[in-house]
């Protein structure tokens, strides 16, 4: 049974639907860069939870992730209301999502550790459950609003434009306002009084970030596509489900953004470590890092959809994901064979400045692509199923988005764990060999992770001449007219047969 397709001339996108859609990546980024950022340090140097009990938390968490967001996914492709199949879960999460991002922040104090580890669980699966009921169908919007393949990445360049404020603006708030280090040594990401402010900002800018690309975006709903009328079974759900996630370009394009998204997500657990730490920066050295990061996501934005264009999606996306990842590995690589500038001097800081902003420009780049031709599997789907699941396809990019805080935040505690670093550690008082360990463990793994995404985009198979086909099939069954001739060599199609309905 085919969903009902959208009406095939909708109106053009405004610069204000287009902004108002857009904004809401603020929320779900301003959420992935504070867990993964600031978690850790928070729950193990504040609140004093070890480092594997805050990681075996996450693990938990990411498995009950893995249950929800295909099932959210599913449901919201099939969801029939007046608004539409993805607003009313976008709405729903607004302020539920907010309040549990506080809380998180926000832990009792006097507690023993096990009641601070189950109150620590309760929130982080509360902020990742309330994400999906966002987050994922905010995502699915994207291949419909816009369904050309530049258009697409343009749209998505937008998106990450807020990302990148929401995540990382946010983190330069942190640095220089809300946990800046006071002139007299008080304060700072090791203060616990920051973060009250910290977590409030947040989650007001999550609650208003929602309600603005949710609301904003409700003109919309009429020339979306509709579910289909049906009561599905579980089993037939689940063959659905199967039949849809088995495609090529779905499996390797997934596959490399869970590898990534674990890569980076270890890098920014471990990332004010090396900070404070390895390089010995102040907390106003780290605010301009985070800065120069801003810009280099910027900038990232408008070198995608140059790239996109010239290159295509998929040798874009690996030129500038394999140039990121040589940028970002020199400054450690120098230091651990000895040609690395001393701590505290001027080189060391145009060394690090500079790898920030050329790996930020081209890590952002890389992020909108990738988002990018996962979109586009959207249409080969439906050509190959009949049937349009962009909350199915999207459920796996918002899973591997959670598995930056996630199992890749769990491989960060557990690389601190295993080089035994010390708690309530203060600055240039960590033994050498320790920092040593952490950088000799830091390269092989981010190399390993990185190199093995590489290596799973180069078997992506759809480009703009496939793209373009996929549409034209699609708008000719829509029409109900023949497939022209030079589709007749495109690979067969042929919808499921209907599903059995519940009586």
Not at 168 to 188: C, I, N, S
Not at 354 to 382: C, P, Q, R, S, Y
Request: net charge neutral; aromatic share 8%; hydrophobic share 50%.
């Amino acid at each position: 049974m085919l969903a009902t397709p959208a009406a095939p001339d909708g109106p053009r996108l405004g610069l204000g639907v287009k902004l108002a859609y857009a904004v809401g990546a603020t929320a779900t980024n301003l959420k992935v860069r504070a867990l993964s950022t600031f978690l850790v340090i928070f729950y193990n140097q504040v609140v004093g939870l070890p480092p594997h009990t805050v990681g075996l938390i996450l693990m938990i968490a990411l498995v009950v992730d893995a249950v929800v967001d295909p099932l959210v996914g599913q449901i919201s492709d099939n969801f029939r209301s007046n608004w539409g199949r993805r607003h009313p879960f976008m709405l729903a999460a607004a302020l539920p999502y907010a309040i549990a991002f506080f809380a998180l922040w926000n832990p009792p104090t006097g507690w023993s550790d096990q009641a601070l580890a189950v109150y620590l669980a309760v929130c982080v699966i509360a902020v990742r459950v309330f994400d999906t009921f966002f987050e994922l169908p905010h995502q699915a919007l994207a291949p419909e609003l816009a369904r050309g393949y530049d258009e697409r990445t343009n749209l998505l360049s937008m998106r990450h434009f807020f990302m990148v404020a929401g995540g990382l603006g946010m983190t330069v708030l942190a640095y220089q306002v809300f946990l800046r280090e006071r002139p007299d040594g008080t304060g700072g990401v090791l203060a616990r009084d920051g973060y009250f402010s910290y977590s409030l900002t947040g989650a007001l800018i999550i609650l208003g970030a929602i309600l603005v690309s949710a609301l904003g975006t409700l003109r919309c709903i009429p020339h979306l596509h509709q579910a289909p009328v049906r009561r599905i079974t579980l089993p037939a759900m689940l063959r659905e489900m199967a039949a849809t996630l088995n495609n090529r370009a779905f499996l390797v394009s997934t596959l490399a953004a869970l590898l990534i998204a674990v890569a980076v997500g270890a890098r920014n657990g471990l990332e004010i470590y090396f900070g404070l730490y390895f390089w010995e920066l102040t907390q106003a050295q780290l605010a301009t890092l985070a800065t120069t990061s801003v810009i280099g996501g910027f900038l990232g934005v408008f070198l995608a959809p140059v790239v996109g264009r010239t290159m295509g999606k998929k040798w874009g996306v690996i030129a500038v994901f394999g140039s990121a990842v040589l940028v970002h590995v020199t400054p450690v690589s120098l230091r651990l064979l000895g040609l690395a500038p001393e701590n505290g001097t001027p080189e060391l800081l145009a060394l690090l400045y500079g790898e920030e902003i050329i790996n930020a420009t081209l890590a952002a780049a890389t992020a909108v692509l990738l988002f990018a031709i996962l979109a586009d599997v959207v249409e080969d789907a439906e050509v190959k199923t009949g049937r349009r699941s962009e909350g199915l396809l999207l459920s796996a990019q918002n899973l591997f988005r959670k598995a930056i805080s996630g199992l890749g935040v769990f491989i960060a505690t557990t690389v601190l764990t295993v080089i035994d670093f010390p708690e309530k550690a203060e600055r240039a008082q960590v033994p050498p060999e320790v920092l040593h360990s952490l950088g000799l463990a830091y390269i092989p793994t981010i190399l390993g992770l990185y190199g093995t995404a590489i290596l799973c985009l180069l078997a992506y198979n759809i480009g703009r001449h496939q793209h373009e086909e996929n549409l034209r099939t699609l708008a000719a069954r829509q029409a109900g007219e023949a497939l022209p001739a030079d589709a007749a060599d495109a690979p067969a199609a042929t919808p499921d047969a209907p599903l059995p309905l519940k009586p």
